[in-house]
């Protein structure tokens, strides 16, 4: 106990001060986090609920992600919005059109995770995740993108800028004020002839991919909207035969929060070759992958 007590006070004194003008909140958080942290460590995931049903898909979650997720995310977020009278997308947005090259994707994105590393974290792919990203479309080089769960649009940039020439991604976002955040982001970066973002429920995207985006077949997917909807929307793709052989569908999140459906799919179904790549997810701590299945069938 006392050496809990000392760890703890320890925590608070050294909490980091980053956030210039409204850090307050955010330290105070963070530090009665590292003493949580500090005193429930003494026995690991005491706290840890298996399987709970939450918004009807079965996920992993523990105490410990809620209690980051409200004191870490939440409650700054709170206090910011209330504060500025605007949202983390719109300040993320100002940040970078204040800091970034015009043009430029790279310097955009390196604008937007610096945003979300020293600033304020927010649901968009972390860096090393990107990295892959951007490493997998290079490899795969394709000419026609969907992406699902577009968000202020760091992925889509991500892939985007790997497109070779001629290449393109359609995105959605069901969001309709997260979507125009995106498309001033990618406007900004001058990706704006490369990506197109839809404001329409991915699955209502899915099927109008034919007749209003002239798409054919897909040459790469990324899932990364609401997780119990991977394993319908991947269906539905099949159905309305819009992937070909060697088509490659990546995923993120797949393990935490989690898309087990979608995961046994491709990891067990014979219309796919799957690999998972394991990430720890900054912030929670806690482990999750992504995974990239290529699609193995002509029809
Ligand atoms: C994890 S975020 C996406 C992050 C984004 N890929 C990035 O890296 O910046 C998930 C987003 O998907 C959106 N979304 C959830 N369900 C959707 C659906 N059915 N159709 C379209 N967008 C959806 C949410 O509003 C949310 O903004």
Known sequence: MTKHTY?????????????????????????????????TDAPPNVFFFASQKIMSFRAYVS?????????????PRFWRNWWYWNTTEDRLLTYVKKTATEGEPASVLAAVEKYNRDYEW????????TKKLEEVVKEASPEV???MGCYIGCSALAIGAQLPPGGRLIT??????IADIARQLISFAGLDQVITVCTV???????????????????????????QLYHPDLKRLEANHLLRKGTVVMADNTVMP??????????????????RF???????????AMTVSVYTKDY
């Open 172 to 177: 959605t976002e069901i969001d309709p004020r």
């Open 145 to 147: 993108c969907l992406e």
């Open 258 to 275: 989690g898309a087990p459906d979608f995961l046994e799919y491709v990891e067990t179904s014979d219309k796919y070759k799957t690999e």
């Open 122 to 129: 927010t649901i968009m792919l972390e860096p090393d995740k």
């Open 7 to 39: 760890v703890c006070a320890r925590t608070v004194l050294e909490t980091p001060s980053s956030f210039e003008d409204n850090m307050t909140m955010n330290q105070f958080c963070l530090a009665i986090l590292k003493c949580y942290n500090a005193w």
């Open 278 to 288: 394991e990430f720890t997810m900054p912030v929670f701590n806690e482990l999750d």
């Open 63 to 75: 105490v410990k992600v809620v209690y980051t997720a409200i004191t870490q995310v939440a409650f």
């Open 201 to 227: 429920k991915a699955e209502d995207l899915i099927q109008a991919l034919r007749s209003d985006y002239s798409v054919d077949k897909l040459d790469f997917v990324f899932l990364d909207h609401f997780k």
